[in-house]
């Protein structure tokens, strides 16, 4: 199997090539084979992970979302079920640890994140397979948020320095009931997967959320202080939130930030920060140019992604599946 460089990627210094590319050398033909070889090089598959951020598959036998199942699964790591996060975007399974990665409209842009960082479960390890690509656009931007955070560090170190020292809340509305036509459309009962106001307010308070109940039946939910910057087990300082994407993209928040982005000790967040930080994150990103049958791991500890808005007849259809310490699992 080929490790090889592909045009455009991050090159931050050997061997952390953001994304490490592997080419299926045409060797690997069945799905069963796939799964051999992964088990055979899973140590060093991890290693490459942990220092690059992401790993791009290219043509692996990999054509369904139960063939893709299957090469999640081959990595052996505890699942992260859909059903048991904390995110209220809309999405459809298509076997028990796959689904959509995001139902909203092909126009809207899925600003970067770390999968879940919103909350206080999130998955470790994100897995993409591209069953269709768009006929234009629809790319998966990644970003390394440890040279975000060095970049924020250099330009702005007041800036870096509140972020690490207060972390920051979230929050969110959620609707009384599920809209498909929002990037953000799950309602309370499902992105708590519960079924009573009483069972709602014993797991947000399980999990150091504060709330209120609104009139038309949606709930307003905060979250507990939670890291803006994390240091990893290798020393690397990320920036890992979902800052750039609820400024940037859920509705109404870069009109009124602070009643959803406040640091960690309820403080308002400086506008011109947020927008120091998306307008930098851009010279980050490496828009991951899908083909059919590709398959990327990403590190969610190190790297964010996102999802370029895309158009044309065909149906883009990126499928993802959850990989998760058993640690970081609650609630
Ligand atoms: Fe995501």
Known sequence: MQLTDVAGQFKAGQPDVFPAVILNNKSLTTVEQCEQWIVQNQAELEKQLSQSGAILFRGFPVGSAEAFDTFKASFGNPNFFYKDSLSNAVRINFTERVFT???????????????????????????????????????????????????????????????????????????????????QGHSWKSTLSIETVEQAEEKLARLSYSWEWQRDGSLKATTGKLPAV?????????????????????????????????????????????????????????????????????????????RRPYGGESKRQVLVALGAAKANIQG
């Open 101 to 183: 990665a995001n139902e909203a409209p092909k126009d809207v842009e899925i600003y970067l994140q770390n999968e879940m960082a919103q909350t206080p479960n999130y998955p470790d390890k994100i897995f993409f397979f591209c069953l269709n690509p768009a006929d234009q656009g629809g790319a998966s931007p990644i970003l390394r948020c440890d040279l975000l955070f060095n970049a924020l560090l250099e330009k702005n170190p007041e800036l870096a320095k509140a972020f690490s020292e207060k972390g920051v809340k979230y929050t969110t509305q959620m609707p009384g009931e599920d809209n498909r036509e929002s990037g």
């Open 230 to 306: 994390r240091t990893l087990d290798c020393g690397r300082q990320v920036f890992f939130n979902q800052i750039i994407a609820a400024y940037m993209g859920w509705s109404g928040v870069r009109e009124h930030h602070q009643d959803t982005l406040r640091f960690g000790d309820d403080s308002e967040i400086p506008k011109a920060w947020l927008e120091e930080i998306a307008e930098l994150s851009e010279d980050y990103v490496y828009d991951v140019p899908w083909q059919a049958g590709d398959v990327a791991m990403v590190n969610n500890n190190l790297a964010m992604h996102g």
